[in-house]
């Protein structure tokens, strides 16, 4: 089976982004203003949309979320 079929790597991912997203919360202004070419507000806004979303969030739109991953 190819990972992008497997739907326990699929959740996989998704909590990934759920971590990163609720981590990123947590850096301080320094480290972002260091970092200010990552996009810290889509990378919080991405995380709400998968927590908020999930159980909405069908096969078909988890592609278009993360394209390069599925």
């Known amino acids: 089976m190819k990972p992008k079929d497997d739907f326990v790597y ?6 990934c982004i759920l971590q990163i997203g609720e981590l990123s919360g947590y850096l301080s202004d320094d480290f972002k203003n260091k970092y200010d070419g990552v996009s ?6 991405m995380r709400n ?9 069908d096969a078909q739109q988890r ?3 993360i394209p390069q991953t599925f």
């Open 10 to 15: 699929k959740n996989a991912v998704t909590m």
């Open 49 to 57: 949309v998968v927590a908020h979303n999930y159980g909405s969030l």
């Open 63 to 65: 592609p278009r979320i």
């Open 40 to 45: 810290w507000r889509n990378i919080k806004g």
